[in-house]
């Protein structure tokens, strides 16, 4: 389980994560970006993710994770990958608080031993990756919007 734990407002992207698992490569794990189709393409602004869920938000926050237009201040969407948040509008105005965002994938049949991730990502504000429900210590800081993080 990859799980973000976004800061202060309700959005984050990723783009090009991977994970290898076996000491030759030999086994590739796409995990999809944020917004991302079962295509490989960039899924139209307003649609539901189908690979990442917001599992906790402040109250009253609807927990979605919908494909959004970006901020004028962050990095913007690519060809493969939007950025995700509660509601379609880059622009809302969030409460402050935590906003979990998750996805899942397997090494079933695999040396988790060698796996690896890597990737680039952004996050609105302050953020950190957590895998397995452990902080990675992989954040973005609270002026990182504008532009994608490698990890």
């Known amino acids: ?3 973000w734990k976004s800061l202060c407002f309700a959005a ?4 090009c994560a991977f994970v290898w698992a076996s000491n030759a490569f030999a086994a590739a794990i796409t995990i999809y970006n944020t917004g991302e189709g079962n295509n490989g393409l960039a899924l139209p602004v307003g649609v539901l993710d189908p690979h ?3 599992i906790s938000a402040p109250p009253g926050v609807p927990l979605t994770a919908i494909t959004t237009f970006p901020n004028p201040a962050w990095t913007g969407n690519t060809p493969t990958a939007d950025w995700i948040s509660p509601g379609s509008n880059g622009l809302t105005n969030w409460p402050v608080g935590n906003y979990d965002y998750q996805t899942t994938f397997s090494l079933a049949g695999l040396n988790s031993l060698t796996a690896e991730l890597h990737g680039d990502w952004s996050s609105d504000n302050e953020a950190c990756i957590y895998l397995n429900g452990v902080n990675t210590n992989v954040c973005t800081g609270n002026t990182s919007f504008g532009h994608l993080t490698p990890f």
């Open 12 to 15: 984050v992207t990723i783009i």
């Open 1 to 3: 389980m990859l799980r």
């Open 52 to 54: 990442y869920s917001l």
